[in-house]
């Protein structure tokens, strides 16, 4: 089992920037994969950015150049930056681990946090 926790979401005005941390109540260097995801009002929940114990990380078309997902494997968290917010990043982010135990996948989710970017 792993317990995700997210922090650092909030309001702030178009332009302006956040961090979200994701706090494992598990060593992540046994996690394969973290990423963080978003679901607006409305809409199917998305990947916004992804990043694996070894390889490259991934983001959404929308959100490159713009948000910079890391790790820091001594704190068991994972980060994303946001910088030059628009309004439509407002949406409830929700961080998630992707682990191998006993052989098969597993999926473990945050409660999520929210993020609002006015115009």
């Known amino acids: 089992q792993v317990q995700l926790v997210e922090s650092g979401g909030g309001l702030v005005q178009a332009g302006g920037s956040l961090r979200l941390s994701c706090a494992a109540s598990?060593?992540?260097?046994?996690?394969?994969?973290m990423g963080w995801y978003r679901q607006a009002p409305g809409n199917q929940r998305e990947l916004v950015a992804s990043?694996?114990?070894?390889?490259?990380?991934n983001y959404a078309d929308s959100v490159k150049g713009r948000f910079t997902i890391s790790r820091d494997n001594a704190r068991n968290t994972v980060y994303l930056q946001m910088n030059s917010l628009k309004p439509e990043d407002t949406a409830v982010y929700y961080c998630?681990?992707?682990?191998?135990?006993?052989?098969?996948?597993?999926?473990?989710w945050g409660q999520g946090t929210q993020v609002s970017v006015s115009s």
């Open positions: 998630k681990a992707r682990k191998v135990e006993s052989g098969s996948w597993h999926h473990y």
């Open positions: 598990a060593s992540i260097t046994n996690i394969a994969v």
């Open positions: 990043i694996p114990i070894v390889g490259l990380t």
